[in-house]
């Protein structure tokens, strides 16, 4: 279940923007500057998984980064 989240958790891998119009989800060990992750944390858009994997995200809706996971079906 993903979980509004406020600042960067070192504890936590996978992190989701939940803006409707960009649900997608970044690989914080594989993050680029292209991501664009401190955007949409200061926008209030940050969410985590739990369970904190790639597959939770995906079950939730969320789509590949296409900068730091790839494969993106945007």
Known sequence: ??????DRSTKKRYLGNS???????HDLSKETSQC???EFM???HAVTFNPDTL???KSEGYDNCK???GNSER
């Open 1 to 6: 279940m993903a979980t509004p989240c406020t």
């Open 19 to 25: 803006d409707p119009g960009h649900l997608e989800v």
């Open 36 to 38: 664009q992750i401190n």
């Open 42 to 44: 200061r926008n209030c």
């Open 55 to 57: 597959n939770q995200a």
């Open 67 to 69: 900068y730091c996971l």
